[in-house]
Nanobody
Framework: AQLVESGGGLVQAGGSLRLSCVYS????????MAWFRQPPGKEREFVAA????????YYGDSVEGRFFISRENALNTMNLQMTSLKPDDTAVYYC????????????????????WGQGTQVTVFS
């Protein structure tokens, strides 16, 4: 299985970006999906997750109210709409998939996710 992110780039503080992640297999609708990010010189951190079946969204404290996660099962795609971007949001953003979690559930730690994309760079300048 493969995950491919797109949509990263350079944006001014206060602006918006939309990241997308496409999964290569037809089982996407039964995956718990998540976004993580790794700022320069720091550890990977949880950004947001979206469950399957019973759809729930979860956010890290630093992005709550500014980032919005969604999924389009018919397109095998997960999105992350990022608004009111700050320089502290600068990081490599990774999408991740977990095939073993029950519906409506999520995890906010990286070890829970079996599949990872290659990452996409987001740079926010002031």
């Amino acid at each position: 299985a493969q995950l491919v992110e797109s949509g990263g780039g350079l944006v001014q503080a206060g602006g918006s970006l939309r990241l997308s992640c496409v999964y290569s297999e037809r089982t996407f609708s039964r995956l718990t999906m998540a976004w993580f990010r790794q700022p320069p010189g720091k550890e990977r951190e949880f950004v947001a997750a979206i469950s399957w079946g019973i759809i729930r969204m979860y956010y890290g404290d630093s992005v709550e109210g500014r980032f919005f996660i969604s999924r389009e099962n018919a397109l095998n795609t997960m999105n992350l709409q990022m608004t009111s971007l700050k320089p502290d949001d600068t990081a490599v953003y990774y999408c991740a998939a977990d095939a073993s979690r029950p519906p409506g559930n999520f995890a906010n730690f990286a070890a829970a996710y079996e599949y990872w994309g290659q990452g996409t760079q987001v740079t926010v300048f002031s």
